[in-house]
């Protein structure tokens, strides 16, 4: 059991924690131990638009623009957040995990471990033209 204070923080935590999204075109199934999208197709990541529908339930939207991936067949979707180089994240780093590098907040260059929350595969998507939108949503309920 995990009491209805913690659901709460815990729910928190992956709304403020898992900020970005990607698309690819692997269509594999997924796996627990995946680190990363079978072939992810975007080199900058979404930035998502998180919302919590009651306290324990949050919704990671992305919205990608079909100029993005023009001629893709999209088959997966990923929520992911990233881990800075910092001691007090020490403990919650894990081998072997992608690690990228991005600027610190003073400038200097730091290194950044990706965590990916979740993985969806689909049947494809495509003929998107370039003034489409398609919209991603990714709810996760903590109980």
Do not use: C, W
Not at 30 to 41: I, R
Not at 52 to 79: H, N, Y
Not at 93 to 99: A, T
């Amino acid at each position: 059991m995990i009491t209805e204070d913690a659901k709460k923080k815990v729910a928190l935590f992956l709304k403020e924690f898992y900020t970005q999204a990607n698309v690819g075109v692997g269509g594999g199934s997924t796996n627990p131990s995946a680190t990363a999208l079978d072939v992810p197709l975007l080199s900058s990541m979404i930035v998502t638009e998180n919302t919590a529908s009651d306290e324990a339930t949050i919704d990671f939207k992305a919205t990608l623009s079909g100029a993005s991936v023009t001629g893709q067949t999209l088959r997966e979707f990923g929520i992911f957040g990233e881990l800075p180089q910092d001691d007090q994240f020490d403990e919650m780093r894990l081998e072997g995990v992608q690690i990228s590098g991005t600027a610190a907040t003073d400038g200097t260059e730091a290194t950044v471990e990706t965590i990916m929350l979740g993985r969806v595969n689909f049947d494809g998507v495509s003929s998107l033209s370039a003034s489409d939108e398609i919209e991603f949503v990714y709810t996760v309920e903590v109980e």
